[in-house]
């Protein structure tokens, strides 16, 4: 067993929880970046040259889960290893998350 049930508190397992939304937004975003290159490449060969196939997919990697995947991963670290800050630091990650969501939201809209 990873984890012995002394280790298993409320913080740990939101720890747990950041670390695998983290992993997810980096496998996410490592496939969309790879969607967006096949996509160059399908363009090119289809019509010769490449406007933006694939732009939409390589900017949500980049500028949205790529940083919300390292906010994520800051946040579990610092519960998980009980630093002194742990909470002043949930909450600027939070306040990162919802800076992050309304700047993309006013880009799209």
């Known amino acids: 067993m990873l984890i012995s049930k002394t280790q298993l508190n409320?913080?740990?397992?939101v720890a747990a929880l950041e670390s695998v939304f983290a992993v997810?937004?980096?496998?996410?975003?490592t496939l969309l970046i790879v969607a967006s290159y096949n996509a160059a490449r399908m363009a090119e060969r289809a019509y010769g040259h490449n406007v933006d196939s694939g732009?939409?997919?390589w900017f949500?990697?980049?500028a949205i889960l790529i940083p919300?995947?390292?906010l994520l991963m800051l946040a579990?670290?610092?519960?998980?290893g009980r630093w002194r800050i742990r909470w002043?630091?949930?909450?600027?990650?939070?306040?990162?998350?919802?800076?992050?969501f309304y700047a993309v939201s006013r880009m799209m809209g």
Do not use: E, H, Y
């Not at 409320?10 to 397992?13: A, E, K, L, N, V």
């Not at 997810?24 to 975003?29: P, S, Y």
């Open 10 to 13: 409320p913080q740990r397992i």
């Open 24 to 29: 997810i937004c980096f496998v996410l975003a």
């Open 55 to 57: 732009a939409i997919a």
């Open 60 to 62: 949500v990697a980049i």
């Open 68 to 70: 919300l995947g390292t």
């Open 76 to 80: 579990a670290w610092s519960l998980w």
């Open 88 to 100: 002043w630091v949930q909450g600027g990650v939070g306040l990162g998350i919802v800076g992050l």
